[in-house]
């Protein structure tokens, strides 16, 4: 396929100009003018380009562009300089999505987590620009700490990270926002969340949790973000026809 028109396809599902991001969101490098086969995976790094590499293919796409944050120089040296580098001597271009893979309402992370939650009703919160990145939605009936608990741990196999438990004895509207998505605590609890399930939190999060009487949990920022890119890279060979494989190289953080 014509890098030109899966560029193309890419932008129109994920529409990356309706959200105010803080990173490059679309094609990062172009080394090829073609796409045959992809690989996909959470953050751009070593061992994914490694892993293009053994499987042959010439198009990379990640959540996290790491190198294409605003503020970076971007200067061709360095480490930076020799992702580059491997990345047009074998021919792989690099995209790049990042808060439109946390939002959209189909292969999003966080309307995938809410599915896999068993969640419905669900409404968008945070927006970021024109288009929401979290999701809230509602358990059918209420659920304890323990049967919350159960149901995130069978969403996030390797558990929970902290559980902050301030607020209310049962669960039945759950906010979610995958990553460091804690700062929206404050809009959920106006929208009537009883929960939140987030990625990593900051210092001040537990705090607010106490003060403010609410519960929230967090599983890891990367294992809250594989859903996104697993789900392109599956939709990507359904839809297009194109061999495309999720890598996924932990991390616990």
Excluded at 116 to 128: C, H, K, T, Y
Aim: hydrophobic share 40%; with cysteine; charged share 25%.
């Amino acid at each position: 396929m014509e890098l030109n028109f899966f560029s193309s396809w890419l932008n129109d599902l994920l529409t990356p100009q309706a959200f105010h991001d803080y990173c490059t969101d679309g094609l990062c490098v172009e080394a090829n003018d073609k796409v045959t086969k992809i690989v996909t995976g959470v953050s751009f790094r070593d061992r994914l380009i490694d892993a293009a590499i053994e499987e042959g293919a010439d198009c990379i796409i990640v959540h996290h562009p790491n190198g294409f944050w605003k503020g970076e120089d971007r200067v061709l040296v360095g480490k930076f300089g020799e992702r580059m580098r491997r990345l047009m001597q074998h021919g792989i271009s690099l995209y790049g999505y990042h808060l439109p893979l946390d939002g959209h309402p189909e292969i999003g992370n966080n309307a995938l987590i809410a599915k896999a939650m068993n969640l419905s009703n669900l409404q968008g919160f945070l927006p970021e620009g024109e288009k929401f990145v979290g999701w809230i939605g509602e358990f059918a009936q209420p659920k304890t700490h323990e049967e919350f608990f159960a149901q995130a741990e069978t969403v996030f196999p390797h558990g929970i990270q902290n559980r902050l438990m301030f607020g209310s004895k049962t669960i039945r509207k759950v906010a979610i926002c995958s990553g460091s998505g804690a700062s929206g605590i404050e809009e959920a609890i106006s929208l009537g969340a009883d929960a939140f399930i987030t990625g990593e939190i900051k210092e001040a999060v537990p705090i607010a949790c106490e003060e403010l009487g609410f519960n929230l949990i967090n599983c890891g920022h990367h294992r809250t973000e594989v859903f996104g890119v697993r789900a392109l890279a599956e939709k990507i060979q359904e839809e297009l026809k194109i061999p495309a494989k999720f890598v996924d190289l932990d991390n616990p953080v």
